[in-house]
């Protein structure tokens, strides 16, 4: 696997996103939770003006609105006000804090001043808003670091241990394969939740899913004006996530002790398993299996139908697919999990892009795609600049990936698979459906359907059999 070599020290187009960003869109996940950025309300305009052209639903972002004498002095005073003017406004179950690269860098001690505000809040006499705090330094992290340090405050605040969990040691009961579970799903569409729940649902599991933005992220239309949608996961059941019988991570474990699952596992024993993202027939197959070891029960009917029709699929499109060569990009686990996929319909994912820092992506990729039989390049904290420069020597039929792309694809003059997060210059995004059988199934369709329609377009009689 040949490994891209850093050639330039500034950053042009990122590939990836802003670490509150990820933050505000996994407390949307929780129910009654209004984010909150402590900076200036630049941050929290970009915020919701991005998460508002993919969701297409209002997203309301408090700001702690920083000023000049702020960066000086200090933002304790704003960040008062705010919490303040937020449990008045939208009498919110919990507000969610998240630093800026401003806070961060002018050293903010915000944890300092969330707790001294709780002391002070329950020295007289309680009520209001539980706040969560997250620190999301933009340069230090991905909108994945900011997505995951937010649900691991959410989780670290209010998960509980049963009372009775006292008195027995840690996993005693949590061999069984019998039990609640924690289901951690990452930043997936709200398409994507629901399918999670269905599947969920299907093995009569019970379960909480962290977060779960499926309703509050894409709901339905109001007759009057609501400040806070319905919705999300309930914090009873964050609180249960301390109890359940284990985790399941629909990621990697590259996050470390940053994300709650190996949070919970540390601190209440609740054993973690990192399936990651279930795109594609070996994938998904793991999370399955993961699901019939949680529930003890056999993949139920409609499921092994849905493989059998997506087996199916592949087989009747592989003339169209087979030996074409894409750029895949995004979020490390999503890029892993694309990667993987192509790899069984016969694509070669020829380069391999993550605005993440990750020293074993390329290792990952190399486990992720067995049937390769070229060597993709696999590139790392990169930028889309250097991914077109790199993509014009290796012979592109497609582009897969999120909105950022589409330059790269019209340089390259070949056809754009939308899938990810941002999805801002078409209608739907939220509604991709990426996982399981179903989902890798409309993914296969979107590569085929895109690889026929250019040949279509790009031929001199228009046939309409391909
Ligand atoms: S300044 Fe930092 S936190 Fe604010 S929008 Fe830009 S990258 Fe995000």
């Not at 508002?52 to 408090?62: G, K, N, Q, T």
């Not at 300092?112 to 009520?127: F, M, N, P, Q, T």
């Not at 070891?293 to 699929?313: I, Q, T």
Request: include cysteine; proline fraction near 5%.
């Amino acid at each position: 696997m040949k490994k891209e070599a850093a050639s330039f020290t500034s950053t042009r187009n990122a590939c990836k996103l802003c670490a509150p960003l990820g933050a505000s869109v996994a407390w949307y996940g929780i129910e009654g939770c209004v984010p909150l950025i402590h900076g200036s309300q630049g941050c929290s305009t970009y915020i919701r003006r991005y998460c508002i052209s993919h969701f297409r639903e209002p997203m309301d972002v408090a700001s702690s609105n920083f000023t000049e004498s702020s960066a000086i002095f200090g933002g304790e005073k704003n960040l008062r006000a705010a919490i303040e003017n937020v449990a008045r406004q939208y009498a919110p179950v919990s507000i969610g804090v998240a630093t800026t690269c401003l806070t961060e860098t002018i050293g903010d001690d915000v944890a300092r001043y969330v707790s001294e505000y709780e002391r002070d809040r329950l020295a007289s006499g309680g009520g209001g808003p539980v706040v969560f705090h997250a620190s999301t330094p933009s340069y230090r992290g991905t909108h994945m670091d900011g997505f995951h340090a937010a649900v691991l405050a959410a989780v670290r605040r209010l998960a509980v241990r049963k009372p009775d969990d006292a008195s027995r040691p840690a996993g005693a009961d949590r061999q069984t394969g019998a039990g609640r579970v924690n289901l951690f799903p990452g930043f997936v569409s709200s398409e994507d939740l629901r399918e999670l729940r269905e599947i969920l649902d299907s093995f009569g599991l019970s379960y909480a899913m962290i977060p779960d933005y499926s309703e509050t992220l894409d709901g339905e239309s109001w007759e009057t004006f609501r400040k806070l949608p319905g919705g999300g996961t309930p914090v009873a059941a964050v609180a249960s996530a301390g109890s359940a019988a284990a985790s399941l991570c629909l990621y990697s474990d590259s996050f470390g002790d940053a994300e709650a699952a190996s949070f919970l596992s540390g601190e209440f024993g609740v054993p973690a398993r990192y399936v990651g993202m279930p795109i594609g027939v070996r994938n998904t197959d793991a999370l399955f299996a993961a699901l019939g070891v949680a529930s003890g029960s056999a993949m139920p009917a409609k499921w092994g139908a849905a493989r059998g029709r997506l087996v199916d699929a592949y087989i009747d499109g592989h003339k169209y697919c087979f030996g074409k060569r894409a750029v895949v990009y995004g979020e490390e686990d999503f890029v892993l999990a694309l990667a993987s996929f192509l790899d069984e319909i016969g694509v070669v994912p020829a380069l391999a892009v993550t605005g993440a820092k990750s020293p074993r992506f390329a290792e990952r990729l190399r486990e992720a795609t067995p049937n390769c039989r070229v060597e993709p390049f696999v590139s790392d904290d990169a930028d889309f600049a250097t991914a077109l420069e790199r993509a014009r020597e290796l012979d592109i039929d497609l582009v897969v990936g999120n909105s950022k792309g589409y330059y790269v694809a019209r340089n390259l003059g070949v056809p754009l698979v939308r899938c990810g997060f941002p999805v801002h210059d078409r209608m739907g995004g939220q509604r991709i459906l990426h996982l399981g059988y179903r989902g890798t199934l409309s993914l296969f369709d979107k590569v085929c359907n895109a690889l026929m329609e250019d040949r279509q377009a790009s031929a001199k009689s228009g046939y309409t059999y391909i």
